[in-house]
């Protein structure tokens, strides 16, 4: 007798297919299949039983031992349809089960040592009675005792639990507290893992070993049996939301999941988001661990590193102390300039400027990754001598290194951090003040605890406030706060920000504090129909013919803004016009019914479309 059946190919846009058995399968099973044109079998998953169709199938191949159970088939349903992908593409982040591995049932007791003082029990308790809390704790008040006095708890009662954090916040440190509470049974989880080590971590959940995952957004999707616990910590950063398909938010999927299956969640942030803010019920914990008085001084001067800024920086090393130097823009200088034409030097695939690598001897797009020579003279006048504009984390290490010789100065981005080991090393190296100072981007900012930092410089701060979103002061003051609270975490700190918006700065970190901030925010935000308060979308077109592409969108213009439901809020060229040898446009929209607005966008059936739900544009 032969079975029909509905497959899924896994990572795949495509349409389900129909395949043929001659047997039962089960449900949600992980089996492979020939596609007409691939020598290679493709991964997929079994979705439904359906009857005999009216043309001829294909049998499938081969039924391995792993499965997708209900939970994550409902799951991907729903990211699927929520963030406007396939349902291979939304299935094919998730990890199966392994029906060969027996799972192990023996009990292991967790005892940590950690004493919670009055105000941090205080939020403990509150974030008991609440099934999904927010924790808007500030910085170095102790929100890490909280999450493991919580997790030891769950996993002693049978449960386990995952940690989500900023990639680049899983640090030694951070790996050193949990194991020395959860040994064996704890797992980091991060892109910078390899392949043999995700494989023992695998083996460590299918057999119940791991009841504790501490990892960045995908460990979301990894086969935890009897999941009871969900901590999101800094829940506020942006590399929660995925830059590829499907586009989804491990925070805000964190808390649908929680809500949808009666999960206990915490976020925490001491920065939190407008949207946890205004959703969540949440406990403020201003208490701080040490005793810290941090001075904040402002810098409106042009230069890179002023005389005030390098004269602090000396000071602070004197006294054996160490400085962190945080600014936007990665590599030597953001900007080639052409001082006869005033062109800049462009990526030929991408509508960008190149960004100079001095060590490198190259400039670089930051997008597509396409490298060539430094130029002697403009590409596009071939007269004019090139200037360099915004200055970078590369060109601030070296002008360090020349002004202070006899010092350790590194550089901390994604151009310098690389592997999982080098991030170790170099925190590490910090940790133990072998590092004077530390230059690095946003990664700075992620939740690091030392605390031999006296001083805090920003520099660059400007360009996110500036940037066309209405995220911008959110991200900035957010971004500013996180940064600041790296200085003076024991003892005093001092904090130097390069800005020409010292009143905006100055009122919310001297004056008021960031909930005030949030509350305001809101009002802003209700006054101008932004999120929370309503949907936003982008949707992209790409495609390497310009007026092809071009056409694609005015098409879906169109059509959008005759539907009643949705407000186009604009259209046109993306900020990025060209990446990758593809030309790009969008069309930005915006709704207060969540359901039309779906089905809108599902509407849209072109090669040329990537939907951004929840954009922030």
Same mark, same amino acid.
């Given at each position: %007798?032969?079975?029909?059946?509905?497959?899924?190919?896994?990572?795949?846009?495509?349409?389900?297919?129909?395949?043929?058995?001659?047997?039962?399968?089960?449900?949600?099973?992980?089996?492979? &299949?020939?596609?007409?044109?691939?020598?290679?079998?493709?991964?997929?998953?079994?979705?439904?039983?359906?009857?005999?169709?009216?043309?001829?199938?294909?049998?499938?191949?081969?039924?391995?031992?792993?499965?997708?159970?209900?939970?994550?088939?409902?799951?991907? $349903?729903?990211?699927? +349809?929520?963030? &406007?992908?396939?349902?291979?593409?939304?299935?094919?982040?998730?990890?199966?089960?392994?029906?060969?591995?027996?799972?192990?049932?023996?009990?292991?007791?967790?005892?940590?040592?950690?004493?919670?003082?009055?105000?941090?029990?205080?939020?403990?308790?509150?974030?008991?009675?609440?099934?999904?809390?927010?924790?808007?704790?500030?910085?170095?008040?102790?929100?890490?005792?909280?999450?493991?006095?919580?997790?030891?708890? /769950?996993?002693?009662?049978?449960?386990?639990?995952?940690?989500? %954090?900023?990639?680049?916040?899983?640090? *030694?440190?951070?790996?050193?507290?949990?194991?020395?509470?959860?040994?064996?049974?704890?797992?980091?989880?991060?892109?910078?893992?390899?392949?043999?080590?995700?494989?023992?971590?695998?083996?460590?959940?299918?057999?119940?070993?791991?009841?504790?995952?501490?990892?960045?957004?995908?460990?979301?999707?990894?086969?935890?049996?009897?999941?009871?616990?969900?901590?999101?910590?800094?829940?506020?950063?942006?590399?929660?939301?995925?830059?590829?398909?499907?586009?989804?938010?491990?925070?805000?999927?964190?808390?649908?999941?929680?809500?949808?299956?009666?999960?206990?969640?915490?976020?925490?942030?001491? !920065?939190?988001?407008?949207?946890?803010?205004?959703?969540?019920?949440?406990?403020?914990?201003?208490?701080?661990?040490?005793?810290?008085?941090?001075?904040?001084?402002?810098?409106?001067?042009?230069?890179?590193?002023?005389?005030?800024?390098?004269?602090? /920086?000396?000071?602070?090393?004197?006294?054996?102390? +160490? &400085?962190?130097?945080?600014? *936007?823009?990665?590599?030597?200088?953001?900007?080639?300039?052409?001082?006869?034409?005033?062109?800049?030097? +462009? =990526?030929?695939?991408?509508?960008?400027?190149?960004?100079?690598?001095?060590?490198?001897?190259?400039?670089?797009?930051?997008?597509?990754?396409? $490298?060539? #020579?430094?130029?002697?003279?403009?590409?596009? =006048?071939?007269?004019?001598?090139?200037?360099?504009?915004?200055?970078?984390?590369?060109?601030?290490?070296?002008?360090?290194?020349?002004?202070? *010789? +006899?010092?350790?100065?590194?550089?901390?981005?994604?151009?310098?951090? #690389?592997?999982?080991? #080098?991030?170790?090393?170099?925190?590490?190296?910090?940790?133990?003040?072998?590092?004077?100072?530390?230059?690095? !981007?946003?990664?700075?900012?992620?939740?690091?605890?030392?605390?031999?930092?006296?001083?805090?410089?920003?520099?660059?701060?400007?360009?996110?406030?500036?940037?066309?979103?209405?995220?911008?002061?959110?991200?900035?003051?957010?971004?500013?706060?996180?940064?600041?609270?790296?200085?003076?975490?024991?003892?005093?700190?001092? &904090?130097?920000?390069?800005?020409?918006?010292?009143?905006?700065?100055?009122?919310?970190?001297?004056?008021?504090?960031?909930?005030?901030?949030?509350?305001?925010?809101?009002?802003?935000?209700?006054?101008?129909?932004?999120? *929370?308060?309503?949907?936003?979308?982008?949707?992209?077109?790409?495609?390497?013919?310009?007026?092809?592409?071009?056409?694609?969108?005015?098409?879906?213009?169109?059509?959008?803004?005759?539907?009643?439901?949705?407000?186009?809020?604009?259209?046109?060229?993306?900020?990025?016009?060209?990446?990758?040898?593809?030309?790009?446009?969008?069309?930005?929209?915006?709704?207060?019914?969540?359901?039309?607005?779906?089905?809108?966008?599902?509407?849209?059936?072109?090669? %040329?479309? $990537?939907?951004?739900?929840?954009?922030?544009?």
């Amino acid at each position: %007798m032969k079975y029909y059946y509905e497959v899924s190919l896994l990572k795949s846009p495509l349409n389900p297919l129909t395949y043929e058995y001659d047997a039962k399968i089960d449900i949600g099973s992980k089996v492979f &299949v020939k596609l007409r044109n691939r020598k290679k079998l493709s991964d997929a998953v079994i979705i439904k039983e359906v009857e005999k169709p009216d043309f001829k199938c294909v049998k499938i191949d081969e039924i391995s031992s792993f499965y997708f159970d209900n939970k994550m088939l409902e799951l991907a $349903t729903f990211i699927s +349809q929520y963030y &406007v992908c396939s349902f291979g593409e939304a299935i094919g982040t998730f990890i199966p089960y392994n029906k060969e591995i027996i799972e192990n049932t023996d009990e292991v007791e967790f005892q940590s040592e950690i004493k919670l003082s009055s105000e941090q029990n205080k939020a403990y308790d509150f974030l008991e009675e609440k099934k999904q809390a927010l924790l808007f704790a500030n910085t170095g008040s102790g929100k890490t005792e909280i999450y493991i006095k919580t997790i030891e708890k /769950i996993l002693n009662s049978g449960g386990s639990a995952i940690l989500l %954090m900023p990639e680049i916040s899983l640090t *030694p440190q951070m790996q050193k507290r949990l194991e020395k509470v959860f040994s064996t049974s704890v797992a980091i989880w991060h892109s910078k893992v390899t392949k043999k080590k995700k494989e023992e971590i695998l083996e460590g959940i299918y057999s119940g070993r791991i009841k504790l995952v501490a990892g960045a957004r995908s460990a979301l999707f990894l086969p935890l049996k009897n999941l009871e616990l969900i901590v999101v910590d800094e829940e506020h950063d942006e590399s929660y939301k995925s830059d590829s398909k499907p586009r989804y938010h491990a925070k805000d999927l964190s808390l649908y999941i929680a809500k949808k299956y009666n999960i206990r969640l915490i976020l925490g942030s001491a !920065t939190a988001s407008i949207s946890s803010f205004q959703k969540l019920p949440y406990y403020r914990l201003n208490e701080t661990f040490f005793d810290t008085t941090k001075k904040i001084v402002f810098d409106d001067s042009s230069q890179d590193l002023s005389s005030k800024v390098l004269n602090k /920086i000396r000071e602070v090393l004197n006294n054996n102390a +160490q &400085v962190i130097i945080f600014l *936007p823009t990665r590599a030597n200088f953001k900007y080639q300039i052409c001082t006869s034409c005033g062109k800049s030097v +462009q =990526c030929p695939y991408c509508s960008v400027s190149m960004s100079l690598h001095k060590n490198d001897r190259a400039l670089k797009c930051h997008y597509c990754g396409w $490298t060539t #020579k430094i130029p002697e003279f403009c590409p596009s =006048c071939n007269t004019g001598i090139i200037h360099n504009l915004r200055v970078g984390t590369a060109e601030i290490e070296t002008q360090l290194n020349e002004l202070f *010789p +006899q010092k350790n100065i590194k550089r901390f981005d994604r151009d310098e951090i #690389k592997t999982d080991a #080098k991030l170790k090393s170099v925190l590490n190296d910090f940790n133990k003040n072998k590092i004077d100072i530390l230059v690095g !981007t946003q990664m700075l900012s992620k939740g690091h605890d030392y605390h031999n930092v006296k001083l805090a410089v920003v520099l660059g701060i400007d360009s996110i406030l500036n940037m066309n979103s209405y995220k911008a002061r959110e991200r900035a003051l957010s971004l500013l706060i996180q940064i600041a609270g790296r200085s003076g975490r024991k003892g005093e700190g001092e &904090v130097i920000i390069q800005t020409q918006n010292e009143e905006f700065f100055d009122y919310y970190l001297k004056q008021s504090d960031y909930e005030e901030f949030l509350e305001g925010e809101l009002i802003f935000r209700e006054d101008t129909s932004y999120p *929370p308060f309503l949907k936003m979308a982008k949707i992209i077109f790409a495609h390497t013919n310009g007026l092809k592409v071009k056409d694609e969108m005015d098409k879906y213009l169109n059509i959008l803004r005759q539907n009643n439901h949705i407000e186009v809020v604009g259209f046109g060229q993306s900020g990025i016009f060209k990446m990758a040898n593809r030309y790009r446009y969008e069309i930005i929209i915006r709704s207060n019914n969540i359901k039309q607005m779906l089905v809108a966008l599902h509407s849209i059936d072109s090669t %040329m479309v $990537t939907i951004d739900m929840d954009t922030t544009y």
